[in-house]
């Protein structure tokens, strides 16, 4: 298998300087949401958590969005990524694809992304075409899915099926040039030899492809016609395709359900995905090659409240949904729900819809039990409650699952059920979970939860300790004030006395206040992209959110003269606590360095109290 190409890299001055100044974020998120003016700003429903009052707003003057419910935030690039669940270089190359603008790389690195990434998704589209049409040659291949699968011609052609024939260079031939010879290897559909000749990955198998959420073909799965081994083989990960974001069946189901389908149900495999769409349950969904993650869980409670993990009901179907159980759990938010199904022994959900039709798996996911019934009617399975050990073994078992609940509603149904089922009061059993000690790792895990499920706890305004902190959330939040005073407030002599005194802080003041010297009227969102990857990143997004400016009655902000006086004021705290500290270290150093400070902080306040009229 071939290595995975090394991304190019975008150039951050393009991103900086010619993409960011061209998107309007409230036209971006206005393709995927309907935004609804409210003052200067929009709000709608938040797509990030299920909410019926709008507290999701998006702000122009700053290019920023926030919701205040759940706290996510960020700038176009941001919601992108968020939102289709797609790493930086693809928000990037689609917001500029967006706003018509050629991507430009670094030196050295100037093939075109795009072009490149077009032609995988061209060659992808010309695979899938050549295994359908060899598929309808191959009357072996067509009964494998219309007679053994039970398949119909429209869900052949509308999920578009195929064979791979025996052989070796069935693809290999599709390619035009060298160039694409190549790109078939990277995107996994050729494979090289130990002696370097490449050849098909997939020979005689049914094939069925897998598509992201923008449609692309970005893999395929192989099925052995026979018994060879392994029965299903799929493409390794590639530049267009991470498996851990990717879902079979979501592109049909939210394309169906115009991405908000009232439930998802989770099954094992693309062959039950694919039976189910036929049988008409549409919102079936399956992993890759792999359990289903967090990731995948946070999926689909972007688009829907309810998960149902179905299963096959022997005791590999009960573990993978255990896993299942101890992967949500970190996860798990208000208005969200997983229930669990469990088929019977002899069925998997294609043999089912097949032989029973699909009212008998209806009937299943009907019956699908909640987190708290499953959780202790799995934990059940392993103790004799009849025993007094094993059943204050269970006890103990039961209630360290609930102590990894974060979410407390949900770790107080668990009680609940718990007390129900040993005959313990509740109030015992909670005193009884604060005795619960967890693993560093457990820790860890929980601490992450807790912060996803309650982000007023990361409100930026806690992190406004010094007036330092609030001089950079100032000039984070109000670009275009600072850059129109900026001569009048003679700013770089406050930058050249700040690193003078060696303040803490001011380097990442002075870093905000030359980035907006040089580049003129930037936007909140804009001086956040700046700082993507950098050290500077985090507490600059926190600070950014921190609100503590003043506003008007109905929300709109103060006038131009009304911020810069709030800057001058920033700035005379700043230096008015440095004075302080001077002033505290002179009476016990007498130092020469220490007086000729506290004279130039006394000069630079009095010249802003003179030119500010503070």
Avoid at 92 to 105: C, D, M, S, T, W
Avoid at 274 to 287: E, F, K, N, P, R
Avoid at 485 to 505: A, I, N, P, W
Wanted: aromatic fraction near 10%; charged fraction near 30%; proline fraction near 4%.
């Amino acid at each position: 298998m071939s290595k995975v190409e090394t991304m190019p890299l975008i150039k951050r001055e393009f991103i900086h300087e010619k993409l960011m100044p061209q998107i309007n974020i409230e036209e971006v998120i206005g393709r995927y949401l309907t935004l609804k003016r409210s003052g200067s700003n929009y709000i709608c429903c938040c797509p990030f958590h299920h909410e019926k009052t709008p507290s999701f707003t998006v702000t122009p003057s700053k290019q920023m969005f926030y919701c205040f419910g759940c706290k996510e935030h960020g700038n176009a690039i941001d919601f992108i990524m968020k939102y289709k669940n797609v790493p930086f270089y693809q928000a990037v190359e689609e917001l500029a694809e967006f706003a018509g603008i050629p991507l430009e790389y670094e030196q050295g690195r100037s093939s075109s992304f795009a072009d490149r990434y077009k032609l995988f998704f061209e060659l992808m589209d010309r695979a899938a075409s050549a295994f359908t049409k060899a598929l309808n040659e191959n009357p072996r291949a067509m009964e494998y899915f219309t007679k053994k699968r039970g398949l119909s011609r429209d869900i052949i052609i509308k999920d578009r099926l195929g064979y791979a024939p025996a052989g070796w260079d069935f693809i290999k031939n599709i390619a035009r040039d060298s160039t694409e010879l190549s790109a078939l290897e990277t995107v996994g559909l050729l494979t090289r030899s130990q002696n370097g000749k490449t050849y098909d990955f997939f020979r005689d198998r049914v094939i069925i492809p897998i598509v992201d959420r923008r449609g692309h073909i970005v893999s395929f799965g192989g099925r052995t016609l026979g018994d060879d081994k392994p029965k299903y083989l799929n493409t390794a990960e590639t530049p267009i395709y991470q498996k851990r974001r990717e879902l079979f069946g979501l592109y049909q189901t939210l394309e169906k359900y115009r991405n908000r389908p009232e439930r998802f149900v989770v099954v094992e495999g693309y062959m039950d995905v694919i039976s189910l769409q036929q049988a008409g349950i549409d919102y079936a969904v399956a992993s890759l090659g792999t359990a289903t993650t967090e990731e995948h869980f946070k999926l689909m409670f972007r688009y829907s409240k309810l998960v149902i993990c179905c299963y096959d009901g022997d005791n590999a179907g009960r573990m993978a949904a255990w896993h299942a159980l101890q992967t949500v759990t970190p996860v798990m938010q208000p208005g969200v729900e997983i229930r669990f199904a469990f088929l019977p022994p002899e069925h998997d959900p294609d043999s089912m819809v097949r032989e029973l039709g699909p009212a008998a798996f209806l009937k299943v996911l009907d019956e699908a039990i909640s987190y708290p019934e499953f959780l202790i009617e799995h934990l059940k399975l392993d103790y004799d409650l009849a025993d007094l050990g094993q059943r204050t073994s269970f006890i103990s078992a039961a209630l360290h699952s609930a102590r990894l609940i974060s979410y407390q509603p949900l770790q107080a149904m668990v009680i609940e059920r718990l007390s129900q089922q040993v005959g313990v009061e509740t109030e015992r059993l909670y005193r009884m979970l604060d005795q619960v000690v967890l693993s560093k790792e457990e820790m860890r895990r929980q601490e992450g939860a807790v912060r996803s499920e309650d982000p007023q706890k990361d409100d930026g305004r806690r992190y406004l300790t010094t007036p330092m902190r609030k001089l950079i959330a100032f000039l984070l939040q109000q670009p275009t004030v600072t850059a129109a005073v900026y001569q009048q407030f003679r700013l770089d002599e406050l930058c050249t006395l700040m690193q003078s005194l060696k303040l803490k802080g001011a380097d990442d003041a002075v870093f905000l206040l030359h980035t907006i010297r040089d580049n003129g009227a930037l936007t909140p969102g804009t001086l956040i992209e700046i700082m993507r990857g950098t050290p500077r990143e985090q507490y600059s997004r926190k600070l950014i959110d921190a609100e503590f400016i003043p506003k008007r009655a109905d929300g709109s902000e103060f006038s131009m003269e009304d911020r810069a006086e709030l800057l001058a004021k920033l700035i005379f705290e700043v230096l008015r606590e440095a004075l302080k500290r001077f002033a505290e270290e002179l009476k016990y150093n007498r130092e020469e360095d220490l007086g000729r400070s506290e004279m130039l902080l006394m000069t630079e306040l009095n010249r802003l109290l003179s030119t500010l009229k503070l």
